[in-house]
């Protein structure tokens, strides 16, 4: 079927040049970096995770986000996912080959990456990230191509991709789960040590996730002769209603709890993001823009009537991926390192080269994606016809 990646229009092959182009001038940046060091980025003594470490944050939320249509689907039968549940599948790949390579590029010399396996410890967090993730790269890989490779023949996918099926669920929710206890296991850091944070994790997932793969389809829909299915994505849109209450919700658990209890190492960090501290806030616009942008998504998302309309629909999946993308692609890990366990204030403010090696990385993702859906697409065209 990899044929199929390299057949398009005119539209397409332009796409491609450009993320290419994109993903070329990010490289030479990157190069820049490992001659460099990670010194050319905005990260200091006190913020030692930053942009890249941000976004390899929120795009595993992505990546466990396709659960929501893959659970329903091969667990319980939905026949109404089966159009979009290979979508989903493949926006995992995507989005777990860019968590890979925001790890890489933040690691500063790339051969660092080989201790791991080399060296395997057990107790530590990451070590159990690298498992997660890797196992969840496999699993999406498996099962997506060989259920859609049986799809194009006519045939039913083979008995021993079933397990492989019924392992990835569980396995979605842990690779968000791992990543939050990668942050709440570090004591020093008041932001990120509460209990509620692996669940702050997976409802953001469940809301930005299925959310992509909304305008996703949308999208498809629009540019192609296949159709995911208006009640497919009407459902997803009930699906990310919810999830973005939830995180709206869990987000004001801690604020009470933080602001009850009254203990200064945890309010700081809230106030930096949202109010300012020692006369620092370059997040302070930021994050109320995101709070508001959840908001509105919540307003547009939880009203039958705005919902169905899937023009509103879209831009209220647009607005909660951006508040979700903020919240968690900047505020997260900004909000935990400022201030620094001494109560100092240390802004963390990305560089170009930051920036744009961080654009190339979200650009490989896209060309994955953009294959990965020219291909599923195509067979579904295919066995339509």
């Known amino acids: 079927m990899l044929e199929l990646a390299i057949r398009g229009s005119k539209k397409y092959y332009g796409w491609m040049l450009l993320l290419l182009g994109i993903i070329g001038v990010g490289f030479l940046f990157y190069l820049k970096q490992l001659d460099f060091g990670l010194g050319i980025t905005g990260m200091s003594r006190d913020v030692s995770w930053g942009f890249y470490i941000a976004q390899f944050t929120f795009l595993v939320g992505v990546a466990a986000g396709g659960v929501m249509v893959v659970l329903p689907y091969y667990l319980h039968d939905y026949k109404v ?14 989005a777990v080959v860019m968590c890979l390579l925001f790890i890489i590029v933040d690691l500063g010399q790339p051969m660092r990456l080989f201790n791991v396996p080399l060296y395997p410890t057990p107790n530590s967090v990451l070590f159990w990230d690298m498992i997660v993730l890797n196992g969840y790269l496999f699993l999406n890989i498996i099962v997506g191509w060989n259920v859609l490779e049986a799809e194009r023949n006519g045939v039913h996918y ?7 099926i019924y392992l990835s669920i569980p396995w979605a929710i842990s690779i968000h789960t791992v990543t939050a206890y990668l942050y709440a296991g570090l004591p020093g850091r008041g932001f990120w040590l509460t209990a509620i944070l692996a669940p702050r994790f997976l409802s953001s997932a469940f ?14 829909r629009k540019t192609t002769n296949f159709d995911p299915g208006r009640e497919a994505i009407q459902t997803l849109a009930k699906t990310v209603a919810y999830a973005i209450c939830l995180n709206v919700f869990f987000f004001l658990c801690e604020i009470f709890t933080v602001f009850y209890s009254q203990i200064p190492e945890h309010m700081d960090h809230f106030k930096y993001l949202f109010v300012g501290l020692h006369g620092h806030g370059a997040y302070v616009p930021w994050m109320w823009t995101s709070l508001a942008l959840m908001v509105l998504g919540i307003i547009l998302l939880v009203n039958p009537l705005t919902r169905k309309n899937e023009g509103v629909l879209a831009v209220a999946c647009v607005v909660i991926f951006a508040g979700t993308w903020i919240d968690k692609g900047m505020g997260m890990i900004s909000g935990g390192f400022v201030p620094n366990p001494l109560h100092e204030v240390s ?22 994606l953009s294959a990965l859906y020219k291909i599923a697409v195509s067979v579904k065209e295919e066995t339509r016809a």
Do not use: D, H, M, N
Request: charge should be negative; charged fraction near 10%.
């Open 81 to 94: 996912y089966g159009r979009v549940t290979i979508l989903g599948e493949f926006l995992a790949i995507a």
């Open 158 to 164: 083979q008995a021993w991709v079933k397990p492989f």
């Open 207 to 220: 809301a930005s996730g299925p959310a992509l793969l909304i305008l996703l389809c949308l999208f498809i």
């Open 347 to 368: 802004e963390y403010i990305p560089s170009v080269p930051e920036l744009i090696i961080s654009l190339a990385v979200w650009c490989v993702g896209f060309l994955v």
